[in-house]
Nanobody, 114 residues
């Protein structure tokens, strides 16, 4: 059974950085599937933050472009989201997902606050 587990969330001050990780178990997937990070802020809909294809090409939402970096280590079945220059509006639960499926992780909370 495929399972995704996020980690790395926490509380950080504005301008700070965090690195989220998404680890997969069950099936080796990152080198053959497209993956993505989503986030959901309180009272808002879940939104796509960044995606990475099987060949490593990346895409970002306008709100995080230039500040976040998505990457993966297929040999470790792990995907990352490096988040720099964090802003209060980045506060949300962050989820990883295998695109094209309803395979999601359980989420990790990021809070950006003084």
């Amino acid at each position: 059974q495929v399972r995704l587990v996020e980690s790395g969330g926490g509380t950080v001050q504005p301008g700070g950085s965090l690195r989220l990780s998404c680890s997969a178990s069950g099936v080796i997937m990152f080198r053959i599937y497209d993956m993505a990070w989503y986030r959901q802020a309180p009272g808002k809909e879940r939104e796509l933050v960044a995606s990475i294809s099987r060949d490593g090409s990346t895409n970002y939402s306008d709100s995080v472009k230039g500040r976040f970096i998505i990457s993966k280590e297929s040999t470790k079945n792990t995907m990352y989201l490096q988040m720099n220059n964090l802003k209060p509006e980045d506060t949300a639960e962050y989820y990883c997902r295998r695109l094209g499926t309803e395979i999601w992780g359980q989420g990790t909370l990021v809070t950006v606050s003084q």
